[in-house]
């Protein structure tokens, strides 16, 4: 059966999505958040396989890109992915719903889906950093607020504007 006109769908972020991912983030993000095109393409081949979009109404209205990782580990903001080789946590590092989409759980949904992934990988935990005061989202999502391993990673935390908290979600 068919998945009706309406239903979203769930997908592998493609690089010919690119310029859909661009049009949603310049939709959601104040200018100090917005990542360079070449930046999420060079992401998106270090961990094809941990980036999706979600489609509705004929087309891209929502992403999130992630990358396996280690717990207390975090991507700067405007840095490269560091793939772990003994990865034990799926790192959500960007999640963005278009704001005309709003409402149709497509986040959520994007979410339950990398959730699926990681625990098939055998990954125990996910985990973020939460910006432009979407704490509240993710504690709906069971993430709760953490400590970065060290004052390195403290210090990649420090690159995102405003309150950004590092937050961790057990997979179980």
């Given at each position: 059966?068919?998945?009706?006109?309406?239903?979203?769908?769930?997908?592998?972020?493609?690089?010919?999505?690119?310029?859909?991912?661009?049009?949603?983030?310049?939709?959601?993000?104040?200018?100090?958040?917005?990542?360079?095109?070449?930046?999420?393409?060079?992401?998106?081949?270090?961990?094809?396989?941990?980036g999706?979009?979600?489609?509705h109404?004929?087309?891209?209205?929502?992403?999130?890109?992630?990358?396996?990782?280690?717990?207390?580990?975090?991507?700067?903001?405007?840095?490269?992915?560091e793939?772990?080789?003994?990865?034990?946590?799926?790192?959500?590092?960007?999640?963005?719903?278009?704001?005309?989409?709003?409402?149709?759980?497509?986040?959520?949904?994007?979410?339950?889906?990398?959730?699926?992934?990681?625990?098939?990988?055998?990954?125990?935990?996910?985990?973020?950093?939460?910006?432009?005061?979407?704490?509240?989202?993710?504690?709906?999502?069971?993430?709760?607020?953490?400590?970065?391993?060290?004052?390195?990673?403290?210090?990649?935390?420090?690159?995102?504007?405003g309150?950004?908290?590092?937050?961790?979600?057990?997979?179980?």
């Amino acid at each position: 059966m068919a998945p009706a006109p309406d239903a979203a769908r769930v997908r592998a972020m493609r690089a010919d999505d690119l310029d859909a991912v661009l049009a949603i983030q310049l939709a959601c993000y104040g200018a100090g958040f917005v990542e360079d095109g070449v930046l999420i393409a060079r992401r998106l081949a270090t961990a094809p396989h941990t980036g999706w979009v979600a489609e509705h109404g004929g087309g891209v209205r929502a992403y999130l890109a992630g990358y396996p990782s280690v717990i207390g580990k975090l991507t700067p903001l405007h840095g490269e992915f560091e793939v772990a080789p003994d990865a034990d946590s799926l790192y959500l590092h960007d999640l963005a719903v278009h704001p005309e989409a709003s409402g149709l759980g497509l986040g959520p949904g994007l979410v339950r889906h990398a959730w699926a992934h990681a625990t098939q990988a055998g990954w125990l935990h996910s985990t973020l950093v939460s910006v432009q005061a979407s704490v509240g989202f993710w504690e709906r999502q069971g993430y709760v607020a953490t400590q970065p391993a060290g004052t390195d990673q403290q210090a990649r935390l420090a690159t995102y504007p405003g309150a950004s908290v590092y937050m961790a979600r057990r997979l179980d």
